[in-house]
């Protein structure tokens, strides 16, 4: 017994050491758990095929995650006490099924990889396959990640971008998480898949300024178009597609809307209004390549962002809970 306890302690450390300098791999399950990506990419599929939701929601949900104390899986702790990431008010419009995504593909890789994989690895595997599924690049995602041992609503303020955010606003809060603007402008063509609630731009069609209730920087049609949608008065419930054109294919037509004033939020019409990232919103509006190819570095830069290795994490047994 003693020996066998040994051999335990000895291998757990081994697998703690392996993960312990902080450099993912993409080809770090290839002897643990060697058909983890497709286990994922199948779990994805399934729920997409149940609801579109499931792109957005997915890969919003990476975004969040990475964005609150690095990509480690705290964003998808359930609290009773309503006090993790989740709970907190810029995380309370996340959609449900992102996090089902996220939760079915981890029963299903942890039926033939038991206590392998990681809930940030399956997370981050399953923001490229929606993106792919969606129509747009596929990338190989790097893997290695611990699971966090903190999620508190606390931690969210201040860490992610607003709607309103103007591009110096924007750049820092990126730069934060080491990436560029020429990142930031990639990862904000995630919109093209997006919603978004009337009461996030409402002050873009009704109350911009005492001079000028809509903002002069929206297309007069498309502005009529929102308030058709979103009445003073609605339903907070009621959500409208980010990308008006072509809502359900991840694609570049988002940067030909802000080309054509039809940003829905301040921090998405910036990004061609300030002649500072004018020019890649043109590029990228042009060249559906140039985006891609941004996209996905941009991804990966984004999924190495406060990774937890050796005693900073753990492989969560259930993505909403800490193991006991």
Known sequence: MKAWKGLYFLTVAIMVMGRGDGQLTEDFYDSSCPNVESIVRQAVSTKFSQTFVTIPGTLRLFFHDCFIRGCDASIMIASPTG????DAPDNLSLAG???DTVNKAKQAVEAVCPGVVSCADILAIAARDVVVLAGGPSFRVELGRLDGLFSRASDVPGNLPEPSFDLYQLNTIFAKNNLTQLDMI??????TVGFSHCDRFANRIYSFSPSSPVDPSLDPTYAQQLMQACPRDVD???AINMDPVTPRTFDNVYYQNLVAGKGLFTSDEVLFTNPASQPTVNDFA?????????FATAMRKLGRTGVKTGNQGEIRRDCTAFNS
């Open 186 to 191: 990639a990862l904000s063509g995630a919109h």
């Open 83 to 86: 006090d993790a990431e989740k």
């Open 97 to 99: 099924d992102g996090f």
């Open 236 to 238: 907070p419930r009621i």
């Open 286 to 294: 042009n060249s559906p390549s140039d985006f891609n190819a941004a």
